[in-house]
Nanobody, 114 residues
Framework: QVQLVESGGGLVQAGGSLRLSCAAS????????MGWYRQAPGKQRELVAT???????KYTASVKGRFTISRDSTKNTVYLQMNSLKPEDTAVYYC????????WGQGTQVTVSS
C-alpha cells in the first residue's frame, strides 16, 4: 500500500508565498517522476510542475519564474515553493508520483485572496 501525505496548503494574500510538501511511503519502488497538479473549481485538473529522478523540471507557463519544484529522493518527498501567488493560483493541489504505477495525494487547498 502506498500513501502520499501532503501538507502546506492554506490561505494567503496575493503576493505571498506557500510551500507544499508531499511524502510518499509504503510499497513504492523506483520513483521516476514526482510532481504537482491543481484543479480549480469548474476547471480540469492541470499540470503545475514535475521533476524527474535526474532533476529535470517542467512547469506550466503560468507559474514559471514564481514556483520552484524540488525533491529529496532519500525521503521520497517532493516540494513546491510558490512565490508571488495570484488569486488565479487558487485551487486544490494534488501530489503525483510515478513509479510502477501512478499515485495521487488527497489534495491540499490553496486559496489566494486579492
Amino acid at each position: 500500500q502506498v500513501q502520499l501525505v501532503e501538507s502546506g496548503g492554506g490561505l494567503v494574500q496575493a503576493g505571498g508565498s506557500l510551500r507544499l510538501s508531499c511524502a510518499a511511503s509504503g510499497n513504492i519502488f523506483s520513483i521516476n517522476i514526482m510532481g504537482w497538479y491543481r484543479q480549480a473549481p469548474g476547471k480540469q485538473r492541470e499540470l503545475v510542475a514535475t521533476i524527474t529522478g535526474g532533476g529535470s523540471t517542467k512547469y506550466t507557463a503560468s507559474v514559471k519564474g514564481r514556483f520552484t519544484i524540488s525533491r529529496d529522493s532519500t525521503k521520497n518527498t517532493v516540494y513546491l515553493q510558490m512565490n508571488s501567488l495570484k488569486p488565479e493560483d487558487t485551487a486544490v493541489y494534488y501530489c503525483y508520483v510515478q513509479s510502477l504505477y501512478d499515485y495521487w495525494g488527497q489534495g491540499t487547498q490553496v486559496t489566494v485572496s486579492s
